[in-house]
């Protein structure tokens, strides 16, 4: 047990920046952007520093969860080639940004996000580069955030929802106190921070300017679920229950349009821009095109914010390879069934996998025959049968007398792992990329694959 353990504390050693520990610690400089894991934050200890950009905060983020691959390229301890393997697996990146959220919103560049001690914190927007990274509610914990992209202004309720907090982020002050003297149910600011909407308990719909004075302009029947504004400010829109979309004129305080939208009652609306994404009370759930006025596909993105249980993560389409280390002899042995044209791999991972021993294919479903003979391997994994060249592994970096290979199996990822060989040389083929192709032949093109590959994301 005692070697066992020695063993895991050298490969964490050769491994260190892939994750064996804990993430790494951070120590901004004043002229970096304040950014930070702890969810307890003074906002006085962002005095002096720079606000970050969102693509700042999910680029941190990512750094202290997601180490860098490249320590692969470090040789192992003497003794340990050949004794272990890592499995590098594809899977989407999930980027944990905050613990103890309340609420957020996001929107473009912008993130504003609330925490269950009245903290507000900002990224992107007019904020960054010249106003605050924070502002604190006047209760806690915050329930609800309003916020566009180029606007200044950012309204929140927090407790018990008694008042609308309004707070110009350029300048990190809260320049507004809105109270109707009832508990507020749904607020909203316009996207260019000139008009403030709320509506209270008693359902009541109040409209004014976003430092300026309330009226209240209508009484809603019905429990209103959706309250804002068009993308140019000048039109007011709320949905209730029963499906009434009803339109004001924020300017003039008058309702200009009315219509029902079938398929209620409803349980939620959500507004996103000229869309509304409804879920019905019998479960339906459809996209509403306001202009239009016609039923499309529900619209859920697999990728983006979201916030569970208290934490908001960040799903990104950028595919990332996670590490797993498997401490075990390397071992890889080829059989051909020369009646069956086939290969027989008994794999690096202890599993049996068939090729075909005409063009390297990967095959499936194979009955087993009585006429397996063991093929030899040459020094790099390869050999030749009939004039046919095969290989299993590409040699990508030798430090010294060690070399990495790695062998790409669909489905399962790339295996990379240590062997000793007798001439030494220092080199490394495509770094921060890692070798694939299909089947077994040699004729087979090879493809090199970074170590981040898919779609662009926030940080690009």
Same mark, same amino acid.
């Given at each position: 047990?005692?070697?066992?353990? /020695?063993?895991?504390?050298?490969?964490?050693?050769?491994?260190?920046?892939?994750?064996?520990?804990?993430?790494?610690?951070?120590?901004?400089?004043?002229?970096?952007?304040?950014?930070?894991?702890?969810?307890?934050?003074?906002?006085?200890? /962002?005095?002096?520093?720079?606000?970050?950009?969102?693509?700042?905060?999910?680029?941190?983020?990512?750094?202290? #969860?997601?180490?860098?691959?490249?320590?692969?390229?470090?040789?192992?301890?003497?003794?340990?080639?050949?004794?272990?393997?890592?499995?590098?697996?594809?899977?989407?990146?999930?980027?944990?940004?905050? +613990?103890?959220?309340?609420?957020?919103? #996001?929107?473009?560049?912008?993130?504003?996000?609330?925490?269950?001690?009245? !903290?507000?914190?900002?990224?992107?927007?007019?904020?960054?580069?010249?106003?605050? +990274?924070?502002?604190?509610?006047?209760?806690?914990?915050?329930?609800?955030?309003?916020?566009?992209?180029?606007?200044?202004?950012?309204?929140?309720?927090?407790?018990?929802?008694?008042? !609308?907090?309004?707070?110009?982020?350029?300048?990190?002050?809260?320049?507004?106190?809105?109270?109707?003297?009832?508990?507020?149910?749904?607020?909203?600011?316009?996207?260019?921070?000139?008009?403030?909407?709320?509506?209270?308990?008693?359902?009541?719909?109040?409209?004014?300017?976003?430092?300026?004075?309330?009226?209240?302009?209508?009484?809603?029947?019905?429990?209103?679920?959706?309250?804002?504004?068009?993308?140019?400010?000048?039109?007011?829109?709320?949905?209730?229950?029963?499906?009434?979309?009803?339109?004001?004129?924020?300017?003039?305080?008058?309702?200009?349009?009315?219509?029902?939208?079938?398929?209620?009652?409803?349980?939620?609306?959500?507004?996103?821009?000229?869309?509304?994404?409804i879920v019905t009370e019998k479960g339906k759930r459809f996209r509403w095109d306001i202009g239009q006025r016609v039923q499309t596909a529900f619209h859920e993105s697999v990728d983006g914010f979201f916030l569970k249980d208290g934490v908001l993560s960040y799903h990104s389409p950028r595919k990332r390879l996670s590490r797993r280390v498997f401490f075990k002899p390397v071992s890889i042995e080829v059989e051909?069934?020369?009646?069956?044209?086939?290969?027989?791999?008994?794999?690096?991972?202890?599993?049996?996998?068939?090729?075909?021993?005409?063009?390297?294919?990967?095959?499936?479903?194979?009955?087993?025959?009585?006429?397996?003979?063991?093929?030899?391997?040459?020094?790099?994994?390869?050999?030749?049968?009939?004039?046919?060249?095969?290989?299993?592994? #590409?040699?990508?970096?030798?430090?010294?007398?060690?070399?990495?290979?790695?062998?790409?199996?669909?489905?399962?990822?790339?295996?990379?792992?240590?062997?000793?060989?007798?001439?030494?040389?220092?080199?490394?083929?495509?770094?921060?990329?890692?070798?694939r192709r299909n089947g077994i032949s040699a004729q087979a093109p090879l493809k090199w694959e970074s170590f981040e590959a898919g779609k662009l994301d926030i940080r690009d």
């Amino acid at each position: 047990m005692k070697l066992q353990y /020695l063993v895991f504390i050298l490969i964490c050693f050769v491994f260190s920046a892939a994750g064996c520990g804990g993430g790494k610690g951070a120590s901004p400089d004043i002229d970096e952007p304040y950014l930070t894991a702890d969810e307890d934050l003074d906002i006085s200890q /962002l005095a002096g520093k720079r606000p970050a950009t969102l693509a700042e905060l999910v680029s941190f983020s990512a750094s202290q #969860q997601y180490s860098s691959l490249d320590s692969i390229y470090n040789s192992p301890p003497e003794g340990m080639a050949g004794n272990y393997y890592v499995l590098l697996s594809e899977s989407k990146e999930v980027v944990n940004l905050a +613990g103890k959220v309340t609420s957020y919103v #996001q929107k473009g560049d912008i993130l504003a996000a609330g925490f269950q001690n009245g !903290v507000i914190k900002v990224y992107g927007g007019s904020g960054s580069g010249s106003g605050c +990274g924070a502002v604190q509610a006047a209760s806690e914990p915050v329930n609800s955030i309003s916020w566009f992209p180029k606007s200044n202004y950012l309204a929140a309720s927090s407790a018990d929802n008694k008042v !609308v907090e309004i707070f110009k982020v350029n300048e990190c002050a809260r320049v507004r106190v809105a109270d109707v003297n009832s508990t507020v149910d749904l607020f909203a600011v316009s996207p260019k921070g000139s008009w403030l909407a709320l509506v209270d308990e008693a359902r009541r719909l109040w409209v004014g300017p976003v430092e300026g004075k309330l009226q209240q302009v209508s009484r809603f029947l019905h429990q209103p679920l959706s309250l804002s504004f068009s993308d140019e400010e000048g039109i007011l829109m709320a949905v209730d229950v029963t499906g009434l979309l009803s339109m004001w004129s924020p300017l003039k305080l008058t309702k200009i349009y009315e219509s029902k939208i079938k398929d209620g009652p409803f349980e939620s609306v959500a507004a996103d821009g000229p869309y509304l994404n409804i879920v019905t009370e019998k479960g339906k759930r459809f996209r509403w095109d306001i202009g239009q006025r016609v039923q499309t596909a529900f619209h859920e993105s697999v990728d983006g914010f979201f916030l569970k249980d208290g934490v908001l993560s960040y799903h990104s389409p950028r595919k990332r390879l996670s590490r797993r280390v498997f401490f075990k002899p390397v071992s890889i042995e080829v059989e051909r069934s020369p009646s069956g044209r086939v290969f027989k791999v008994n794999d690096i991972d202890g599993e049996f996998r068939y090729y075909s021993a005409v063009t390297g294919a990967l095959l499936k479903g194979v009955q087993d025959f009585a006429d397996w003979e063991p093929v030899k391997l040459g020094r790099n994994l390869d050999f030749s049968v009939r004039g046919h060249e095969f290989v299993l592994a #590409q040699p990508i970096a030798q430090r010294g007398f060690q070399r990495l290979y790695c062998r790409f199996i669909p489905s399962k990822g790339y295996f990379l792992w240590w062997e000793k060989v007798a001439r030494p040389d220092d080199y490394f083929k495509s770094r921060g990329m890692v070798p694939r192709r299909n089947g077994i032949s040699a004729q087979a093109p090879l493809k090199w694959e970074s170590f981040e590959a898919g779609k662009l994301d926030i940080r690009d």
